[in-house]
Protein backbone atom coordinates (compact mmCIF):
# COMPACT_ATOMS: atom_id res chain seq x y z
CA UNK A 1 0.00 0.00 0.00
CA UNK A 2 2.75 3.06 0.74
CA UNK A 3 4.43 2.19 -2.52
CA UNK A 4 0.75 2.98 -4.28
CA UNK A 5 0.09 6.30 -1.97
CA UNK A 6 3.52 7.81 -1.52
CA UNK A 7 4.19 10.58 -4.11
CA UNK A 8 7.29 10.28 -6.50
CA UNK A 9 7.82 14.20 -6.68
CA UNK A 10 6.01 16.38 -4.53
CA UNK A 11 4.77 19.61 -5.05
CA UNK A 12 4.62 22.18 -2.35
CA UNK A 13 1.75 25.08 -3.65
CA UNK A 14 4.08 28.34 -3.14
CA UNK A 15 1.85 31.14 -1.74
CA UNK A 16 1.95 34.77 -2.84
CA UNK A 17 4.42 36.47 -0.02
CA UNK A 18 1.79 38.10 2.61
CA UNK A 19 2.35 42.31 2.40
CA UNK A 20 2.45 44.17 6.04
CA UNK A 21 2.28 47.98 6.02
CA UNK A 22 4.12 49.74 8.36
CA UNK A 23 1.25 52.21 11.08
CA UNK A 24 1.13 55.61 10.62
CA UNK A 25 2.67 57.69 12.91
CA UNK A 26 -0.84 58.65 14.10
CA UNK A 27 -2.56 55.94 14.43
CA UNK A 28 0.97 54.72 16.55
CA UNK A 29 0.44 57.78 18.61
CA UNK A 30 -2.98 56.39 18.96
CA UNK A 31 -1.94 53.17 19.90
CA UNK A 32 0.57 54.11 22.89
CA UNK A 33 -2.34 56.87 23.88
CA UNK A 34 -4.67 53.77 24.21
CA UNK A 35 -1.91 51.71 26.09
CA UNK A 36 -1.26 54.79 28.89
CA UNK A 37 -4.75 54.96 29.50
CA UNK A 38 -5.36 51.76 30.12
CA UNK A 39 -2.45 51.25 32.77
CA UNK A 40 -3.54 54.60 34.56
CA UNK A 41 -7.01 53.36 34.63
CA UNK A 42 -6.01 50.10 36.16
CA UNK A 43 -3.36 51.63 38.36
CA UNK A 44 -5.43 54.20 40.24
CA UNK A 45 -8.19 50.84 40.35
CA UNK A 46 -5.84 48.89 42.39
CA UNK A 47 -4.62 51.61 44.39
CA UNK A 48 -7.44 52.63 45.24
CA UNK A 49 -9.56 49.41 46.13
CA UNK A 50 -6.09 47.87 47.69
CA UNK A 51 -3.78 50.44 48.96
CA UNK A 52 -5.19 53.79 49.89
CA UNK A 53 -7.20 56.60 49.57
CA UNK A 54 -6.24 58.33 46.38
CA UNK A 55 -9.76 60.58 46.08
CA UNK A 56 -8.86 61.96 50.24
CA UNK A 57 -5.17 62.63 49.19
CA UNK A 58 -6.37 64.76 45.77
CA UNK A 59 -9.69 66.21 47.83
CA UNK A 60 -7.04 67.69 50.42
CA UNK A 61 -4.81 69.34 47.53
CA UNK A 62 -8.10 71.05 46.69
CA UNK A 63 -9.97 74.09 47.61
CA UNK A 64 -13.01 73.09 49.67
CA UNK A 65 -15.33 74.88 46.61
CA UNK A 66 -14.01 72.32 44.52
CA UNK A 67 -13.91 69.07 46.63
CA UNK A 68 -17.23 68.06 44.97
CA UNK A 69 -15.14 67.65 41.57
CA UNK A 70 -13.65 64.28 43.46
CA UNK A 71 -17.41 62.95 44.40
CA UNK A 72 -18.43 63.14 41.08
CA UNK A 73 -15.11 62.08 38.91
CA UNK A 74 -17.59 59.18 37.24
CA UNK A 75 -20.01 61.44 35.85
CA UNK A 76 -17.17 63.76 34.13
CA UNK A 77 -15.46 60.12 32.93
CA UNK A 78 -18.72 59.58 31.43
CA UNK A 79 -19.35 62.72 29.75
CA UNK A 80 -15.79 62.20 28.37
CA UNK A 81 -16.27 58.56 27.04
CA UNK A 82 -19.57 60.02 24.99
CA UNK A 83 -17.50 63.43 23.48
CA UNK A 84 -14.96 60.91 22.56
CA UNK A 85 -17.40 58.58 20.75
CA UNK A 86 -19.54 61.70 19.06
CA UNK A 87 -15.62 62.50 17.25
CA UNK A 88 -13.74 59.10 17.43
CA UNK A 89 -15.46 56.49 15.45
CA UNK A 90 -15.55 52.93 16.34
CA UNK A 91 -14.39 54.29 20.07
CA UNK A 92 -15.89 50.67 21.23
CA UNK A 93 -12.71 49.14 20.30
CA UNK A 94 -10.55 51.33 22.46
CA UNK A 95 -12.91 50.96 25.31
CA UNK A 96 -12.94 47.16 25.49
CA UNK A 97 -9.24 47.17 25.10
CA UNK A 98 -9.00 49.90 28.72
CA UNK A 99 -11.62 47.58 30.28
CA UNK A 100 -10.35 44.41 30.10
CA UNK A 101 -6.94 45.58 29.91
CA UNK A 102 -5.81 43.10 32.65
CA UNK A 103 -7.02 40.07 31.06
CA UNK A 104 -5.49 40.95 27.83
CA UNK A 105 -2.13 41.41 29.67
CA UNK A 106 -2.73 37.89 31.25
CA UNK A 107 -4.07 35.92 28.10
CA UNK A 108 -2.34 37.92 25.43
CA UNK A 109 0.59 39.97 25.75
CA UNK A 110 2.81 37.68 28.05
CA UNK A 111 1.91 35.11 25.98
CA UNK A 112 2.59 36.58 23.05
CA UNK A 113 5.92 38.07 24.12
CA UNK A 114 6.97 34.26 25.51
CA UNK A 115 6.40 32.51 21.84
CA UNK A 116 8.16 35.63 20.57
CA UNK A 117 11.38 35.00 22.42
CA UNK A 118 11.07 31.27 20.85
CA UNK A 119 11.36 29.54 24.31
CA UNK A 120 8.64 26.67 24.58
CA UNK A 121 10.73 26.35 28.02
CA UNK A 122 9.40 29.74 28.89
CA UNK A 123 6.01 29.62 27.74
CA UNK A 124 5.55 26.24 29.61
CA UNK A 125 6.90 28.24 32.65
CA UNK A 126 4.39 30.96 32.41
CA UNK A 127 1.25 28.04 31.68
CA UNK A 128 2.46 26.61 34.80
CA UNK A 129 1.83 30.30 36.75
CA UNK A 130 -1.37 30.60 35.18
CA UNK A 131 -2.21 27.05 36.00
CA UNK A 132 -0.58 27.19 39.57
CA UNK A 133 -2.94 30.23 40.20
CA UNK A 134 -6.02 29.33 39.03
CA UNK A 135 -5.42 25.54 40.64
CA UNK A 136 -5.59 27.70 43.98
CA UNK A 137 -7.84 30.99 43.37
CA UNK A 138 -10.00 30.37 46.08
CA UNK A 139 -6.55 30.63 48.47
CA UNK A 140 -5.31 33.23 46.22
CA UNK A 141 -8.99 35.46 47.02
CA UNK A 142 -8.44 34.40 50.72
CA UNK A 143 -5.10 36.35 51.47
CA UNK A 144 -5.90 39.67 49.85
CA UNK A 145 -9.06 39.82 50.87
CA UNK A 146 -8.62 39.20 54.82
CA UNK A 147 -5.32 40.90 54.28
CA UNK A 148 -6.84 44.09 53.34
CA UNK A 149 -10.07 43.94 55.55
CA UNK A 150 -7.96 43.62 58.67
CA UNK A 151 -5.19 46.16 57.30
CA UNK A 152 -7.78 48.86 56.68
CA UNK A 153 -9.57 48.17 59.87
CA UNK A 154 -5.44 48.99 61.42
CA UNK A 155 -5.13 51.63 59.14
CA UNK A 156 -7.95 53.87 59.56
CA UNK A 157 -10.16 52.44 62.40
CA UNK A 158 -10.22 53.41 66.20
CA UNK A 159 -11.65 50.66 67.64
CA UNK A 160 -9.45 48.55 70.24
CA UNK A 161 -11.60 45.43 70.08
CA UNK A 162 -11.44 45.05 66.11
CA UNK A 163 -8.13 46.04 66.08
CA UNK A 164 -7.20 43.89 68.55
CA UNK A 165 -9.35 41.01 66.24
CA UNK A 166 -7.40 41.97 62.88
CA UNK A 167 -4.20 41.53 64.23
CA UNK A 168 -5.05 38.38 65.58
CA UNK A 169 -6.25 37.24 61.99
CA UNK A 170 -3.10 38.61 60.15
CA UNK A 171 -1.25 36.65 62.45
CA UNK A 172 -3.16 33.69 61.54
CA UNK A 173 -3.14 34.76 58.05
CA UNK A 174 0.32 34.77 57.73
CA UNK A 175 0.74 30.81 59.56
CA UNK A 176 -1.52 29.92 56.93
CA UNK A 177 0.16 31.35 54.20
CA UNK A 178 3.76 29.86 55.63
CA UNK A 179 2.12 26.42 56.46
CA UNK A 180 0.64 25.97 52.61
CA UNK A 181 4.14 26.98 51.35
CA UNK A 182 6.06 24.12 53.68
CA UNK A 183 3.31 21.57 52.63
CA UNK A 184 3.98 21.90 49.40
CA UNK A 185 6.99 20.80 49.62
CA UNK A 186 6.63 17.84 50.06
CA UNK A 187 3.40 17.57 47.03
CA UNK A 188 3.26 17.60 44.01
CA UNK A 189 2.49 20.83 41.95
CA UNK A 190 -1.05 20.89 41.15
CA UNK A 191 -0.01 21.82 37.74
CA UNK A 192 1.95 18.48 37.08
CA UNK A 193 -1.01 16.92 38.38
CA UNK A 194 -2.80 17.96 35.19
CA UNK A 195 0.08 16.94 33.15
CA UNK A 196 -0.29 13.50 34.56
CA UNK A 197 -4.02 13.53 34.09
CA UNK A 198 -3.89 14.64 30.84
CA UNK A 199 -1.47 11.72 30.03
CA UNK A 200 -3.33 9.01 31.20
CA UNK A 201 -6.08 9.98 28.59
CA UNK A 202 -3.47 8.92 25.39
CA UNK A 203 -4.10 5.28 25.80
CA UNK A 204 -7.85 5.64 25.69
CA UNK A 205 -7.51 7.99 22.82
CA UNK A 206 -4.91 5.67 21.51
CA UNK A 207 -7.13 2.78 21.78
CA UNK A 208 -10.32 4.22 20.02
CA UNK A 209 -8.23 6.08 16.78
CA UNK A 210 -5.86 4.08 16.36
CA UNK A 211 -7.85 0.50 15.48
CA UNK A 212 -9.14 0.38 11.81
CA UNK A 213 -12.83 -1.51 11.88
CA UNK A 214 -12.81 -5.15 11.24
CA UNK A 215 -14.29 -4.83 7.28
CA UNK A 216 -11.76 -2.51 5.92
CA UNK A 217 -8.48 -3.98 8.38
CA UNK A 218 -6.28 -5.21 5.30
CA UNK A 219 -8.24 -3.92 2.10
CA UNK A 220 -6.08 -1.71 -0.12
CA UNK A 221 -6.86 1.87 -0.03
CA UNK A 222 -8.18 1.86 -3.77
CA UNK A 223 -10.53 -1.07 -3.24
CA UNK A 224 -12.15 1.48 -0.23
CA UNK A 225 -15.39 2.78 -0.60
CA UNK A 226 -16.03 6.65 -0.26
CA UNK A 227 -17.08 5.93 3.21
CA UNK A 228 -14.60 3.55 4.01
CA UNK A 229 -12.03 5.92 2.55
CA UNK A 230 -12.90 8.68 5.06
CA UNK A 231 -12.74 6.86 7.75
CA UNK A 232 -9.73 5.47 7.23
CA UNK A 233 -8.10 8.87 6.36
CA UNK A 234 -9.64 10.39 9.29
CA UNK A 235 -8.41 7.75 11.75
CA UNK A 236 -4.86 7.71 10.23
CA UNK A 237 -4.94 11.87 10.98
CA UNK A 238 -6.29 11.29 14.17
CA UNK A 239 -3.51 8.80 15.40
CA UNK A 240 -0.08 10.74 13.44
CA UNK A 241 -1.18 13.80 15.42
CA UNK A 242 -1.54 12.02 18.44
CA UNK A 243 1.69 10.71 18.05
CA UNK A 244 3.17 13.99 17.02
CA UNK A 245 1.51 15.76 19.83
CA UNK A 246 2.72 13.43 22.93
CA UNK A 247 6.03 13.28 21.23
CA UNK A 248 6.12 17.55 21.00
CA UNK A 249 4.76 17.83 24.20
CA UNK A 250 7.21 15.35 26.19
CA UNK A 251 10.10 16.87 23.92
CA UNK A 252 8.98 20.46 25.42
CA UNK A 253 9.26 19.32 28.67
CA UNK A 254 12.22 17.79 28.76
CA UNK A 255 13.72 20.86 27.56
CA UNK A 256 11.79 22.96 30.38
CA UNK A 257 13.01 20.43 32.46
CA UNK A 258 16.35 21.30 32.01
CA UNK A 259 15.91 24.87 31.84
CA UNK A 260 16.91 27.32 35.07
CA UNK A 261 12.86 28.07 34.77
CA UNK A 262 11.66 25.96 37.37
CA UNK A 263 13.39 27.69 39.38
CA UNK A 264 11.98 31.17 39.01
CA UNK A 265 8.13 29.70 40.75
CA UNK A 266 10.45 29.06 43.53
CA UNK A 267 11.87 32.25 43.91
CA UNK A 268 8.76 34.17 43.21
CA UNK A 269 7.18 32.36 46.13
CA UNK A 270 10.19 33.43 48.21
CA UNK A 271 8.94 36.97 47.67
CA UNK A 272 6.31 37.15 47.79
CA UNK A 273 6.33 35.21 51.31
CA UNK A 274 9.10 38.21 52.12
CA UNK A 275 6.53 41.19 51.24
CA UNK A 276 3.72 38.85 52.87
CA UNK A 277 5.67 39.29 56.32
CA UNK A 278 6.92 42.56 55.79
CA UNK A 279 3.36 44.11 55.58
CA UNK A 280 1.28 41.73 58.27
CA UNK A 281 4.21 42.50 60.46
CA UNK A 282 3.83 46.24 59.89
CA UNK A 283 0.50 46.31 60.56
CA UNK A 284 0.56 44.26 63.57
CA UNK A 285 3.33 46.47 65.33
CA UNK A 286 1.24 49.55 63.92
CA UNK A 287 -1.72 47.80 65.58
CA UNK A 288 -0.62 47.18 68.74
CA UNK A 289 0.72 50.94 68.70
CA UNK A 290 -2.50 51.67 68.57
CA UNK A 291 -4.05 49.48 71.30
CA UNK A 292 -0.79 50.79 73.67
CA UNK A 293 1.13 53.62 72.27
CA UNK A 294 3.64 53.51 75.19
CA UNK A 295 4.44 50.00 74.29
CA UNK A 296 7.10 51.51 71.92
CA UNK A 297 9.70 54.04 72.51
CA UNK A 298 9.91 56.18 69.30
CA UNK A 299 12.31 59.65 68.75
CA UNK A 300 8.96 61.06 67.33
CA UNK A 301 4.93 60.51 66.58
CA UNK A 302 5.96 57.13 64.41
CA UNK A 303 3.63 57.13 61.18
CA UNK A 304 1.98 54.02 59.16
CA UNK A 305 5.65 53.91 56.66
CA UNK A 306 7.97 53.48 60.44
CA UNK A 307 6.02 50.78 60.81
CA UNK A 308 6.83 48.71 57.53
CA UNK A 309 10.43 50.32 57.65
CA UNK A 310 10.94 48.94 61.12
CA UNK A 311 9.46 45.55 60.17
CA UNK A 312 11.21 45.44 57.05
CA UNK A 313 14.64 45.90 58.93
CA UNK A 314 13.69 43.57 61.34
CA UNK A 315 13.67 41.20 58.35
CA UNK A 316 17.23 41.52 57.93
CA UNK A 317 18.03 41.91 61.81
CA UNK A 318 18.86 45.50 61.32
CA UNK A 319 17.24 46.94 64.52
CA UNK A 320 16.39 50.92 63.83
CA UNK A 321 16.78 53.87 66.08
CA UNK A 322 13.29 55.64 65.47
CA UNK A 323 11.27 52.81 67.13
CA UNK A 324 11.91 50.41 69.63
CA UNK A 325 9.60 47.73 71.31
CA UNK A 326 8.59 48.20 75.10
CA UNK A 327 5.87 46.45 76.08
CA UNK A 328 5.64 42.44 75.96
CA UNK A 329 3.57 41.99 72.99
CA UNK A 330 5.68 44.36 71.19
CA UNK A 331 8.49 42.12 72.22
CA UNK A 332 6.68 38.78 71.07
CA UNK A 333 6.34 40.26 68.05
CA UNK A 334 9.92 41.46 67.42
CA UNK A 335 11.08 37.97 68.32
CA UNK A 336 8.27 36.27 65.51
CA UNK A 337 9.55 38.07 62.97
CA UNK A 338 13.05 36.99 63.66
CA UNK A 339 11.80 33.52 63.69
CA UNK A 340 9.74 33.68 60.66
CA UNK A 341 12.87 35.17 58.72
CA UNK A 342 14.69 31.83 59.72
CA UNK A 343 12.19 30.06 58.91
CA UNK A 344 11.68 31.65 55.37
CA UNK A 345 15.27 30.75 54.74
CA UNK A 346 14.59 27.50 55.09
CA UNK A 347 11.60 26.97 53.12
CA UNK A 348 14.12 28.71 50.30
CA UNK A 349 16.79 26.49 50.86
CA UNK A 350 14.00 23.75 50.37
CA UNK A 351 12.02 25.45 48.16
CA UNK A 352 15.38 26.07 45.35
CA UNK A 353 18.03 23.09 45.89
CA UNK A 354 16.21 20.11 48.02
CA UNK A 355 12.96 18.32 48.10
CA UNK A 356 10.77 20.42 45.74
CA UNK A 357 13.20 20.74 42.70
CA UNK A 358 14.05 16.62 43.22
CA UNK A 359 9.89 16.06 43.88
CA UNK A 360 9.08 18.03 40.19
CA UNK A 361 12.00 16.81 38.13
CA UNK A 362 10.55 13.17 39.32
CA UNK A 363 7.09 13.91 38.64
CA UNK A 364 8.19 15.23 35.37
CA UNK A 365 10.85 12.55 34.39
CA UNK A 366 7.23 9.93 34.92
CA UNK A 367 5.37 12.30 32.77
CA UNK A 368 7.86 13.12 29.84
CA UNK A 369 8.75 8.39 29.73
CA UNK A 370 4.81 8.34 29.51
CA UNK A 371 4.32 10.60 26.19
CA UNK A 372 7.49 9.34 24.77
CA UNK A 373 5.95 5.40 25.53
CA UNK A 374 2.52 6.51 24.31
CA UNK A 375 4.13 8.21 21.17
CA UNK A 376 6.20 5.02 20.57
CA UNK A 377 2.80 2.37 20.74
CA UNK A 378 0.76 4.89 18.85
CA UNK A 379 3.48 4.71 15.56
CA UNK A 380 3.80 0.68 15.97
CA UNK A 381 0.19 0.24 15.95
CA UNK A 382 0.38 2.73 12.62
CA UNK A 383 2.33 0.47 10.81
CA UNK A 384 0.64 -2.11 11.73
CA UNK A 385 -2.67 -1.14 11.37
CA UNK A 386 -2.29 0.64 8.03
CA UNK A 387 0.59 -1.53 6.79
CA UNK A 388 3.14 1.16 5.99
CA UNK A 389 7.12 0.65 6.64
CA UNK A 390 7.24 3.64 8.80
CA UNK A 391 5.71 6.65 10.28
CA UNK A 392 7.17 9.01 7.27
CA UNK A 393 5.87 6.69 4.74
CA UNK A 394 2.02 7.06 6.39
CA UNK A 395 2.57 11.12 6.11
CA UNK A 396 3.96 10.85 2.73
CA UNK A 397 1.28 8.90 1.76
CA UNK A 398 -1.57 10.80 3.53
CA UNK A 399 0.12 14.04 1.83
CA UNK A 400 -0.78 12.41 -1.45
CA UNK A 401 -4.57 11.43 -0.88
CA UNK A 402 -5.09 14.43 0.69
CA UNK A 403 -3.02 17.62 -0.14
CA UNK A 404 -2.84 19.60 2.92
CA UNK A 405 -3.93 17.62 5.54
CA UNK A 406 -0.79 17.00 7.43
CA UNK A 407 0.29 20.41 7.69
CA UNK A 408 0.14 20.62 11.20
CA UNK A 409 1.84 17.15 11.80
CA UNK A 410 4.61 18.07 9.58
CA UNK A 411 5.17 21.33 11.62
CA UNK A 412 5.10 19.95 15.35
CA UNK A 413 7.50 17.26 13.42
CA UNK A 414 9.99 19.73 12.55
CA UNK A 415 9.95 20.92 16.36
CA UNK A 416 10.87 18.05 18.03
Avoid at 373 to 389: G, H, K, M, N, P
Amino acid sequence: MSEALVSTDPTPNKLPAATSTKPSLLARIIDAAIEITAIVVWAYIIVQVFVFDLDRIVRSYLPSSCAWVVDFKFVFVLIIAAGLGCLIRRIWKPLTYVIFYPVIVLFWKIPFLALKQRSWALAIAFINAVASFFGSIRSNLIIPAVLFAAGSIILFGNSTALISLSTAALLALLLLAYGRRLISIFKTPRVFQIYQKVASWVPKIRTSSCSLDEDIRGLPYEQLSAEQAQKWRQNLVTSLLLSRVCLFAARKLRSYSKSGYAKISSVFICAFLIALTVVIFGLINLGLYKIEPTSYRSTGRPNSLTFFHYSLNRMIFNPISELEPVGALPKLAYDAEALFALFLVAIFVSLLLSARPERQTQDLNETIEKLEAESAAVDLAITVEYRFDTVDTAVAALEKIQSGTTSLIQTLSGNL
